[in-house]
């Protein structure tokens, strides 16, 4: 098995924390999150410390196969470029049932091999997920690196996290990952000896391994609870001091980090690779009216996203959960736009976000032929719809009024007159709220609109009572 084993033999390491997560707290006027850990980067390590340099594709199309097998390997190749691997062929196997034991025939996996040796190849990528058990014996065949789709996601975003909050995450992915697979990483499989004093052999190496890690896996858990606690105490802040939280959803790279950049006038890393972003970032967004909104950019999803990672992202997606609003951001020129849709929308109702208010960005305008969109199947062909172009800024307001008024729908409706000597919510009517009308009257600032309902609290003494209709005699 060609693997780097200097990196493998390593005892695993307790866990360091990097730095602390600042974009959202920066923007959002917060308290920092506090990190009583060491402030020091590591690489990561265990299974999936380190990407291969080449690969085989392969891709496998059984009855049950919901994604065109050529498209599916076309994004892994994004994928395993995105990782730095360089692919060097593919090979697709159809099959009515998959071998329990290797998931290709035999067949197959002899002419993977062969073909892994022609390219000199130092791994292979299955573009689904492997049982350990298959993992092992694809490995003892090929004699070389067995990888699959959820590894690759996992090693994408070992690579990608940068703060505290998201190397916990992605570590306790990659753990759980490890624990049922943990026998193919290591070479010293034998009993350990006892002492010089003591006879007979003590317990396995493996069983050494994989209490550690489960002992790395119950701290991880330990600290990504305390900053999910965290979290939630800011929210609970921001739901009844800040501005509504506009969170925005989509399939990686379709424009989420490009789409925040235009909207907050940010510098936010953007690029044209999977899961170019990883941290959620949170900025704030001032509309013409004068409102704001705390605009969130989140982890791309993707079809078949691992469900450790899933579990693992709780502390960030609860940030897409507890949302007042969602834009979901769909690339409009993707061939497989339906599918792209139907993933992320299946993401959503697992972690509890399908039932938010939404409104569909239809991004990558400028790369459809003129007057050309994409009609969506439902249950997004019932939401609002705006066509847009983050990277041109075609119809970047359309999209602001787009959000300004499903959020409307969600406030309260005022209708109050602020004595003069309290400005100060005056300035929170207009900061928060939309304003229809605006009068100065004797006593004070009439003001009719709509306020977010958290908001709403401190003007329910100066409402003012609507007026009676005259009955005609």
């Known amino acids: 098995m060609e693997v780097d084993r200097k990196s493998m033999e390593r005892p695993l390491s307790s866990h360091n924390s990097l730095n602390n997560q600042k974009s959202e707290i920066k923007e959002s006027g917060l308290q920092p999150i506090v990190d009583t850990s060491k402030n020091e980067e ?12 080449r690969a085989i594709l392969v891709g496998v199309e059984t009855p049950e196969t919901d994604w065109p097998v050529e498209e599916s390997l076309d994004e892994l190749a ?20 998959p071998h329990p034991a290797t998931l290709l025939g035999t067949g197959k996996v002899e002419e993977l091999a062969e073909l892994a040796r022609f390219h000199d190849c130092d791994a292979v990528i299955f573009d689904v997920e492997l049982k350990p058990g298959q993992h092992r014996n694809l490995e003892r065949e090929l004699e070389m690196q067995v990888l699959d789709r959820t590894a690759l996601i996992l090693i994408i975003f070992g690579q990608r996290a940068r703060t505290r909050e998201g190397r916990l995450q992605v570590e306790l992915a990659q753990v759980e990952y490890d624990l049922p697979r943990l026998t193919r990483q290591w070479s010293h499989l034998s009993r350990q000896r006892g002492s010089t004093q003591q006879r007979g052999e003590g317990e396995k190496q493996i069983e050494v391994d994989r209490r550690s890690l489960r002992r790395q896996k119950d701290q991880l858990k330990e600290e990504l609870e305390l900053v999910r606690s965290q979290r939630q105490l800011h929210r609970e802040r921001r739901k009844y001091a800040g501005a509504p939280v506009v969170a925005l959803v989509g399939y990686t790279n379709a424009g989420k980090s490009t789409l925040l950049n235009r909207l ?45 990672l899933v579990a693992a992202f709780r502390a960030t997606l609860e940030e897409v959960a507890e949302a007042d609003l969602l834009v979901h951001v769909v690339d409009g020129s993707h ?63 359309a999209l602001l009024n787009c959000i300004s008024q499903t959020l409307v729908q969600q406030f309260v409706a005022l209708d109050v007159l602020i004595p003069y000597d309290r400005g100060d919510l005056v300035a929170q009517f207009h900061r928060f709220g939309t304003i229809e009308s605006e009068e100065y009257q004797e006593h004070g600032t009439r003001l009719r609109g709509h306020m977010p309902a958290n908001h709403s609290g401190p003007f329910s ?13």
């Open 264 to 308: 907050a006038s940010s510098h936010t890393l953007a690029e044209n690779k999977l899961f170019a972003t990883l941290d959620p970032t949170t900025r704030r967004v001032r509309m013409a009216g004068g409102q704001e909104f705390l605009l969130t950019d989140t982890v791309g999803f993707v079809q078949r996203l691992p469900t450790t």
């Open 42 to 53: 590591r690489p990561m390590e265990g299974l999936l410390a380190q990407a291969p340099g």
């Open 335 to 397: 061939p497989q736009v339906h599918h792209q849709v139907e993933a992320v929308e299946q993401v959503l109702e697992e972690i509890g976000a399908g039932a938010l208010p939404t409104v569909i960005a239809l991004n990558k305008s400028d790369l459809l032929p003129a007057n050309v969109v994409p009609h969506l199947q439902e249950p997004a062909a019932k939401l609002p719809v705006v066509s847009v172009s983050a990277a041109q800024g075609t119809n970047i307001e």
């Open 461 to 473: 003494m100066f409402r003012q009572a609507p007026a009676k209709k005259k009955v005609r005699a």
């Open 78 to 97: 994004q994928l395993a470029a995105t990782a730095g691997v360089t692919c060097a062929d593919r090979l697709v196997q159809r099959l009515g049932h």
